[in-house]
């Protein structure tokens, strides 16, 4: 890799971070030791390398419940939609149109202009063989990257952190939100999830026991000397003799592991404060949850965090009732937190550097039920936000005729592990068939 | 055959490691009663739980109530679609209080139940199994999967995967109650191959088809909530599981997986694994297997086996298991002698810290280890620990509240935290006037409580130098000590 440093111990690793940019602090003989044998694993493989100031974004932004892709990317023309919608089918003139078939769903007047801009493209017909129509089970699906008959025990973000971040900072993984995705999962576990950076901090009840703390959490001090260990009492401590040269991170004590731990989170939590009070936001954003998580992430990436994936979520697309009223509102806050966020990195001078995925679990039947909502479907459509996608419309939209769907739903043109495939590859730079178990071919849309 | 622990080994570090994985730990009476009864009597006591009664009540909804199915199925049938949708709705805030009463109702067991073990082996089983109720959604069908896992948690290991594969629970999680024998399903019998009994590459696709046809017919009778074997929908056919032919049915299917080696060694590694905190090696689980079939798949004599052997006290077994969040908790309440927090707390903290409980990430269940802790997870303990000793709600809300004190929905608000105000840690019943007005002792018997060792000379300066910076030693000064030492990755293992 071009820009590729190596690292040569913590002490250099936390001075090239923007985390370790206000440590003045000497690192223990104990962190360099672990950190050198870090290192010469992180040489085997292809790690990347985080600078914080030029190294590609991807934000994955998940709908979660089952987004009707029907009704976003809406078929207008097609009289088979007309029919099996009697009540939701939107019409010609409420519909942004794209081309003469297709148009968005007029809530969504901001992706329009993005489309407009060449700065969106709309993966249609997205799916995976077999589609699973549990949330849960579908929703981890997409997660793990996995066939949907095989379970996969990590997340694909996860496994590109294991693939291609050996040795990363803590932060090249974030999540906004109270728990780690499943996307996550990973044989050495990255990444940190917050969703209010005031609160992802130790909270004292006084300097004196902020003080304790931060000492009680210093690494060099929680390795105990040898002599210590005497005694008929078994010792706590983690002993550094425990960690044979080689071994990763989660080698040795158990308690070795958290130590290093704890000094990320008592690092990452000063800088992540540190950047949210510090950094302004250059556009307005809706006061909705997906907003407000976006306006988080505009701030750190203009703060230098040295993340490569960002994770945000909004929810309420289990539109089984009264669906006309609620996808509305949630299409709109979508597109328009969207286009905030454009903006926003746009006046940072960022967007080169930023690339945003949307996906959900799964889209909905074609034919709506009895209560004004959609059921549990299959093939969906994604978006992909960037200056350097390629805008438009990609992929085939999926037919609609009685005799071309499955149980009542359309089937997918575009296997979602292609789109992954695709910002792996040519937006993270790094190659997919490790972390997606086999070669897809990425979409050409980066 | 494990090597025992020589007698002359056992001592209060030894009954408290014991007790901490045999149970959730505990004050040091409890570790002393334990280190009094020697090695074998320290484990007959936690493992011959049946001795001990457990006068502990079911729910009152914990029962089939198919005038309520009824009731509900009548109710949908005739209903316009918004009666529909407020009866819907209705049933799902009864099933979310149910559930809420269910986690605490567990938790109190682990917490202050007289069979610790029993319940640490439901806690095992319920990870093993992992069955959300995310897809089962009747409180009912999770607390029954709990009630067996209690019933069978150290019975035969072919006794208690058949009785799970009957149970409703896992009929609805892994579908088996919708297979039939013109398409079978074949979700269940994959996942006992694949994560139950076998693991993978112990077994061939073909087994898995052939398998699911066995399986046919375990059905569940939705009105009375039970198991229901439905001969119509049976294969009955001739089938060929692992190389041996023959009109197989469900039971005939798991006990050939249960006949194979295999069978035990996957088992014995992942309770090595939930005990011990790590997995055991090739050679150490060639043993615990062959421990296992000669005590013809009883878990009760393995466990006798695996407590009492030199192995289970080794040097980088003892306090190197990060503990889950579950342990954490329950462990925290028993040696801290304080109250467990109400549901809606622990769960909240729980669901925070990554162990939903009755709700699994997914069907591998939690990883667990080294997994429990990220930089998130970590600061949510150190700040729990807050909570729990000083018996306020945890901070995210208490802050919020501090904001606002006047402001809309204030007092409202402040109302409900009343309700969730906890009893925190009482000094005066964990520490006797003597320690309580020297520094040096309270550190001494908090640190002996809390890790049961010591920790490293510079945090104990630490510590001290925190209560010397006082100018007069409070109570609450003491309570912050305590969640001073549990704000220590010392203290996130065990």
């Given at each position: 890799m071009k820009n590729e440093i190596t690292l040569q111990t913590r002490r250099e690793f936390l001075r090239?971070?923007?985390?370790?940019?206000?440590?003045?602090?000497?690192?223990?003989?104990?962190?360099?030791?672990?950190?050198?044998?870090?290192?010469?694993?992180?040489?085997?493989?292809?790690?990347?390398?985080?600078?914080?100031?030029?190294?590609?974004?991807?934000?994955?932004?998940?709908?979660?419940?089952?987004?009707?892709?029907?009704?976003?990317?809406?078929?207008?023309?097609?009289?088979?939609?007309?029919?099996?919608?009697?009540?939701?089918?939107?019409?010609?003139?409420?519909?942004?149109?794209?081309?003469?078939?297709?148009?968005?769903?007029?809530?969504?007047?901001?992706?329009?202009?993005?489309?407009?801009?060449?700065?969106?493209?709309?993966?249609?017909?997205?799916?995976?063989?077999?589609?699973?129509?549990s949330h849960f089970r579908s929703t981890e699906i997409w997660q793990t990257a996995s066939d949907s008959d095989r379970i996969e025990k990590n997340g694909w973000i996860g496994r590109y952190f294991d693939a291609a971040c050996a040795g990363a900072d803590p932060a090249v993984g974030v999540t906004i939100g109270n728990q780690l995705p499943e996307a996550f999962f990973a044989a050495k576990p990255k990444g940190i999830c917050f969703s209010n950076p005031q609160n992802y901090r130790f909270m004292a009840n006084g300097a004196a026991t902020e003080a304790s703390y931060k000492k009680l959490n210093d690494l060099e001090m929680s390795a105990p000397l040898p002599d210590e260990s005497a005694g008929d009492m078994v010792n706590s401590g983690g002993s550094i003799a425990m960690l044979p040269a080689g071994m990763p991170m989660t080698g040795g004590r158990a308690v070795d592991f958290i130590s290093r731990t704890a000094l990320d989170a008592q690092h990452s939590s000063d800088e992540i404060r540190g950047i949210a009070s510090r950094v302004q936001n250059q556009a307005q954003y809706p006061g909705s949850q997906l907003g407000n998580s976006l306006r988080l992430v505009a701030k750190?990436?203009?703060?230098?965090?040295?993340?490569?994936?960002?994770?945000?979520?909004?929810?309420?697309?289990?539109?089984?009732?009264?669906?006309?009223?609620?996808?509305?509102?949630?299409?709109?806050?979508?597109?328009?937190?969207?286009?905030?966020?454009?903006?926003?990195?746009?006046?940072?001078?960022?967007?080169?550097?930023?690339?945003?995925?949307?996906?959900?679990?799964?889209?909905?039947?074609?034919?709506?039920?009895?209560?004004?909502?959609?059921?549990?479907?299959?093939?969906?459509?994604?978006?992909?936000?960037?200056?350097?996608?390629?805008?438009?419309?990609?992929?085939?939209?999926?037919?609609?005729?009685?005799?071309?769907?499955?149980?009542?739903?359309?089937?997918?043109?575009?296997?979602?592990?292609?789109a992954y495939a695709a910002v792996l590859e040519n937006w993270l730079k790094t190659k997919s068939a490790p972390i997606l178990g086999r070669q897809f071919a990425p979409l050409p849309v980066v | 055959m494990l090597k025992p622990l020589s007698t002359d080994r056992w001592n209060y570090a030894m009954a408290a490691h014991l007790l901490n994985r045999a149970g959730f730990g505990g004050p040091p009476a409890e570790i002393l009663q334990l280190a009094n009864l020697g090695p074998d009597g320290a484990i007959s006591f936690l493992l011959d739980y049946e001795k001990i009664s457990d006068p502990t009540p079911d729910p009152d909804w914990a029962k089939p109530d198919p005038d309520e199915i009824i009731k509900y199925r009548e109710g949908i049938k005739n209903a316009t679609p918004e009666e529909k949708r407020k009866l819907q709705q209705e049933q799902q805030q009864l099933f979310q209080r149910r559930m809420m009463e269910l986690r605490g109702w567990w938790l109190q067991r682990m917490t202050f139940g007289p069979r610790p073990l029993q319940e640490k082996m439901v806690l095992f089983w319920h990870g093993h199994f992992a069955t959300s109720v995310e897809k089962v959604r009747n409180p009912y069908f999770m607390w029954r999967q709990n009630d067996l896992f209690r019933r069978f948690a150290t019975d035969n290991w072919q006794t208690l995967l058949t009785a799970t594969g009957k149970d409703p629970a896992m009929l609805i999680w892994l579908d088996q109650a919708q297979s039939r024998k013109a398409h079978p399903n074949e979700n269940y019998a994959r996942e006992v191959m694949e994560l139950f009994a076998l693991g993978e590459g112990h077994y061939t696709e073909h087994d898995i088809t052939e398998a699911a046809r066995a399986l046919t017919g375990w059905?569940?009778?939705?009105?009375?909530?039970?198991?229901?074997?439905?001969?119509?929908?049976?294969?009955?056919?001739?089938?060929?599981?692992?190389?041996?032919?023959?009109?197989?049915?469900?039971?005939?299917?798991?006990?050939?997986?249960?006949?194979?080696?295999?069978?035990?060694?996957?088992?014995?590694?992942?309770?090595?694994?939930?005990?011990?905190?790590?997995?055991?090696?090739?050679?150490?689980?060639?043993?615990?297997?062959?421990?296992?079939?000669?005590?013809?798949?009883?878990?009760?004599?393995?466990?006798?086996?695996?407590?009492?052997?030199e192995e289970f006290y080794a040097d980088d077994i003892v306090r190197n298991q990060v503990k889950s969040p579950v342990q954490w908790l329950v462990g925290s309440v028993r040696v801290l002698e304080c109250q467990l927090p109400p549901p809606l707390i622990s769960w909240g903290m729980l669901r925070q810290l990554g162990q939903d409980l009755f709700a699994p990430p997914n069907v591998k269940g939690w990883d667990g280890g080294v997994t429990w802790i990220t930089t998130n997870t970590l600061l949510t303990r150190y700040n729990d620990a807050q909570s729990l000793v000083e018996g306020t709600v945890p901070p995210l809300k208490a802050e919020d509240l501090a904001k606002k004190p006047g402001g809309p929905g204030g007092q409202k608000l402040e109302k409900v935290l009343q309700r969730m105000r906890m009893g925190g840690v009482n000094v005066e019943k964990i520490l006797t006037p003597d320690e309580r007005s020297d520094k040096n002792l309270i550190v001494a018997a908090l640190e002996h409580r809390l890790f049961q060792t010591v920790l490293n000379s510079d945090q104990q300066q630490t510590l001290r130098d925190f209560l010397d910076s006082k100018t007069k030693m409070s109570d609450a000064d003491i309570v912050t000590t305590i969640r001073l030492m549990m704000s220590t990755p010392e203290y996130q293992v065990t």
């Open positions: 090239r971070t923007v985390l370790g940019s206000s440590l003045a602090w000497t690192v223990p003989a104990f962190l360099s030791n672990t950190f050198s044998a870090l290192q010469s694993e992180a040489a085997d493989s292809a790690t990347q390398t985080i600078t914080g100031k030029d190294a590609t974004i991807l934000v994955v932004l998940q709908m979660a419940g089952g987004n009707d892709g029907i009704n976003t990317v809406v078929p207008y023309a097609n009289d088979f939609y007309h029919k099996a919608r009697p009540t939701l089918g939107l019409k010609a003139e409420n519909i942004l149109k794209l081309n003469d078939e297709v148009g968005l769903h007029g809530a969504m007047g901001s992706f329009k202009k993005l489309y407009d801009a060449g700065q969106l493209s709309v993966v249609q017909g997205v799916g995976y063989p077999n589609p699973n129509r750190l990436i203009g703060g230098g965090l040295p993340t490569r994936i960002y994770y945000v979520s909004q929810g309420g697309y289990d539109t089984h009732t009264n669906q006309l009223n609620s996808q509305q509102r949630l299409l709109g806050d979508l597109a328009d937190s969207v286009k905030s966020f454009v903006d926003d990195m746009e006046a940072q001078g960022n967007m080169q550097r930023v690339l945003v995925m949307t996906f959900s679990e799964f889209g909905r039947r074609v034919s709506e039920n009895a209560n004004g909502g959609t059921d549990h479907g299959a093939a969906a459509p994604m978006f992909i936000v960037g200056n350097k996608v390629k805008a438009g419309l990609l992929g085939q939209y999926p037919s609609l005729a009685p005799q071309d769907l499955f149980q009542g739903d359309i089937k997918y043109n575009v296997d979602f592990r292609c | 059905s569940m009778e939705f009105q009375t909530q039970e198991y229901l074997y439905r001969p119509f929908i049976h294969d009955q056919g001739q089938k060929t599981i692992f190389g041996k032919t023959g009109n197989f049915d469900g039971d005939d299917f798991i006990a050939l997986v249960v006949e194979q080696p295999q069978a035990a060694r996957f088992i014995t590694a992942k309770l090595w694994n939930f005990f011990a905190g790590q997995m055991p090696s090739e050679k150490l689980n060639d043993q615990l297997a062959a421990s296992l079939r000669a005590q013809q798949n009883n878990f009760k004599p393995f466990l006798r086996e695996l407590f009492r052997s």
